[in-house]
Structures are given as C-alpha cells and as structure tokens.
C-alpha cells in the first residue's frame, strides 16, 4: 500500500483517521516505507532521467551519422551528374568533330577527283604542245602566225586549265 495511514490524539489514544482541531500522527513505520517508496521513485526518475539523456545522445550521434551519410552520398550524386554531364559534352563535341571529319574527307576527296582530272586534262594539252612543236608546218604557221597568236592561244590553254582546277568560279571571292 502506498498511502500513509494517518492517525490523530484521542482520549482512548491513536484513532485512525483525521479530525479537525486534534493533532495528526503517521507512524514512523509507514513514514519510512513512504520515504523508501519516494526514493525510489526519485532513483527511477533520475536513472529514468539518464537513460533518457542517454537517449538523446545516442540518438544526436545517429542524427549526425545519418546527416554525415546523406552529405557524402549527395557529394556522389554530384560528382555522378558532374561526371555524365562532361560525358555529354565530350559525347556533343566527338559527334561534331566526327560530322567535321566525314565534311573535310568529302571535300578532300572531291578536291583530289578535280586535280586528278586537271593533271589528264594538263598531261592531253601538254601532249598536244609537244606535238604541235614537233611539226614543222605547225612551226612554220607559228612563226607566221606570230608570237601574239601564240600567246593568245597559250592564254586560252590556261583559261581552260583555270577552268577545271576551279568548277565555281563564282565563289572565288573579287577584292
């Protein structure tokens, strides 16, 4: 039982129970039982207490291993978007140099296709030249003919070379 029993002065002596105006008792044996049972309590609430703080801190350094935890992983994500963003980038610029690559190869192509077809058509003139120089009625008319003549002929002759070395004479530029 955790109540005090109390008791006040009588003429018969000790009589269980208060009554106004007499003076009230508690026996020393239910004193000491209550102040041992409030003890007690006051030993649970302070181990109570402790463990509580106990708690608390237990619970603070987990809270900080979580947040520690939760840092460094966004720290990874960071560097993992980081990472596959520069991927990208990289992955951009390679497909554009490559499209540049296929571009200059095509134009490389096209440009040794004309000078291939400007060193036939040069090899056939300068064939026909040597030919022409070779025959003496064709040397005979040019000397009649005159230097002029020949010039003009010879300007021709690079006129046409001109010709197939640039098939777009428009996009030469005029300063």
Known sequence: MTEVK???VGD???????????ITVVLASHYDRSERTIESLVQMERSTGNRAIRYEQERDALQQLLNDRDEKL???????NTAEAERDTLQQELCKRAGDIGRLTGERDAAEQRIAE????????ATEMTLAISDSQISAAM???????FLQLLQAHNAQIDAALNPNPEAESHE
């Open 6 to 8: 109390r008791y006040h």
């Open 12 to 22: 018969a002596g000790l009589v269980e129970g208060e009554s106004l105006g007499r």
């Open 118 to 125: 400007q060193a036939s058509i040069l090899e056939e003139m």
């Open 74 to 80: 966004d720290a990874q994500r960071l560097r993992a």
């Open 143 to 149: 000397t009649s003919i005159g230097r002029t003549r």
